[in-house]
């Protein structure tokens, strides 16, 4: 589960409403209800419902229909229904519309992804990368795990990676050995992953103690041969496909025999097409 702070919650309000809302305030909405309902426009995989239910809980709308993010909905299926002061139903209209528009179209292409691989090896995670727009971590990583994927790395302080530009400092894939027993020394409990780019680079890095290698833009089937030259020298590396890894190669990829798929990918997924009606009660 991805928390969200009350905080959180007040700046996604307060984003769009820094000084109130003019409009509903000259329109003189006083003493008027209305009712707001959210309508799936195609088949998608809806998200952040929940925090749009905040956002509405906050300015004293009764929520009277939810479904919870994760779940797969045809077209013209509700998925969020509230009702009250009119003025507060208008405030938060378009800045918890567009939250659940965003994030489901991440959900949405990541349980694309999650299908296409399970279709030829149940057994292959689907991982997302940090590589999420800007200020947007928690929604983009809780519509990651609403449609089935994992995080790689939720950022630079959870796990051990380095890359070939980390390398460029400590001597390069030659001095990798070196690297990777000093590392091991202060951090017992953590796996240490290093990218390659090249089946010589994944053998330097399965020789070197890792236990992960990260190969970046290896063509599917250059990828069978790498894992199988990396397991010959260490039996049990994990070896990883990333780079490059999107809707059309990941069952590929799965079926190379990649341990892991890891893509930013559906980040970067059309927002879903959401109805809101908004009826006068």
Not at 46 to 66: G, S
Not at 82 to 95: K, N, P, Y
Not at 180 to 209: D, F, L, P
């Amino acid at each position: 589960m991805i928390y969200f702070t009350e905080n959180d919650i007040d700046r996604l309000i307060e984003d769009d409403v820094p000084m109130g809302d003019m409009t509903s305030n000259l329109l003189a909405f006083e003493g008027q209800r209305g009712r707001i309902t959210l309508l799936a426009r195609h088949d998608m995989v809806v998200c952040c419902t929940e925090e749009a239910e905040r956002m509405y809980l906050k300015n004293r709308l009764e929520v009277t229909y939810i479904v919870p993010s994760g779940t797969a909905l045809k077209l013209g299926e509700k998925m969020l229904e509230a009702e009250g002061d009119a003025r507060m139903l208008h405030l938060v209209w378009r800045s918890g519309l567009s939250m659940i528009e965003f994030a489901s179209g991440i959900a949405t292409r990541t349980r694309q992804l999650v299908e296409a691989v399970r279709a030829v090896a149940d057994d292959v995670p689907v991982a997302g990368t940090r590589k999420h727009p800007p200020y947007l971590k928690k929604i983009a990583l809780k519509a990651l795990l609403a449609g089935g994927g994992e995080p790689h790395r939720t950022g630079l302080s959870d796990t051990i990676l380095i890359f070939r530009e980390h390398l460029l400092f400590t001597g390069g894939y030659d001095k990798l050995y070196e690297v990777v027993a000093s590392i091991k020394k202060r951090q017992k409990e953590r796996k240490i992953v290093v990218e390659a780019h090249t089946i010589e680079e994944s053998k330097k890095v399965a020789a070197s103690g890792a236990h992960v290698v990260q190969m970046d833009k290896l063509s599917p089937s250059d990828f069978t041969r790498c894992k199988t030259e990396c397991r010959e020298i260490c039996s049990d590396i994990t070896v990883i496909a990333a780079g490059g890894v999107n809707g059309s190669n990941a069952a590929e990829y799965a079926k190379a025999g990649a341990d892991v798929l890891v893509t930013s990918w559906m980040y970067f997924a059309p927002p879903a097409d959401i109805k809101a009606l908004i009826e006068k009660v």
